[in-house]
């Protein structure tokens, strides 16, 4: 038996004794898939399909050195899955990188009047100008909010504010008391109504 018909269990077991030969042979077997996965997404308006199948294999590699047998799943199906995850992180630092203004629309906090505090603003800073320009990048940001928001259904804007105050998965899923399942997909969603998101004038 030559190294090419291993398995892929057997072949990440080379891998992990330092046998560059298995994990090159492994990188070949799920090239195919990372450019599926990859193909995919830079269809949808992604990100480079380059960069995006440079990320898959990143994720193989991270696939290698995480898979545990203990946990019942086939390093295929949890290799996928780290690729596939990899991937739509590129994905999505991409798009912010494309909207960063709408990344960066809402208000670190408001005042009671509702109008914009920024804790890192230098409060003897009194240029009248720059206050009214920070006050109107405010109100737009508040605007864009809304106009956002109105299109979610409730448990989106639910999933929506725990993005907002960066919880993690785990986090946001034990606050609103619903699976990690529910709220990711929840997220998904979210994330492909803002990419289609085209505020009103």
């Known amino acids: ?61 991270q696939a290698v050195l995480g898979y545990n047998p203990d946990r019942g799943a086939s390093f295929r199906s949890f ?43 230098d409060e003897s800073d009194s240029n009248p100008e720059r206050i009214a320009l920070e006050r109107e990048e405010a109100a737009e940001k508040r605007r864009l909010r809304q106009q956002f928001v109105r299109q979610l259904s409730p448990f989106e804007r639910q999933v929506f504010e725990t993005m ?8 946001a899923a034990a606050a609103l008391d619903r699976s990690k399942k529910s709220v990711d997909n929840a997220r998904t969603r979210i994330r492909r109504k803002w990419e289609a998101f085209t505020p009103a004038p």
């Open 79 to 121: 290799a996928v899955l780290v690729i596939r995850r990899r991937i739509l992180n590129a994905v999505s630092a991409a798009n912010r990188r494309r909207h960063e203004p709408l990344n960066d629309y809402i208000p670190l906090g408001e005042s009671a009047d509702g109008s914009a505090v920024n804790p890192a603003a």
């Open 164 to 171: 907002q105050d960066g919880m993690t998965l785990g986090e």
């Open 1 to 61: 038996m030559t190294i090419r018909d291993r398995s892929d269990e057997e072949l990440l077991a080379l891998c992990r004794g330092g046998q560059e030969q298995a994990y090159e042979v492994l990188a070949e077997r799920y090239k195919t898939i990372v450019r599926r996965e990859a193909r995919k997404y830079y269809l949808a308006g992604g990100a480079d399909e380059a960069d995006l199948i440079q990320e898959g294999m990143i994720g193989l590699y």
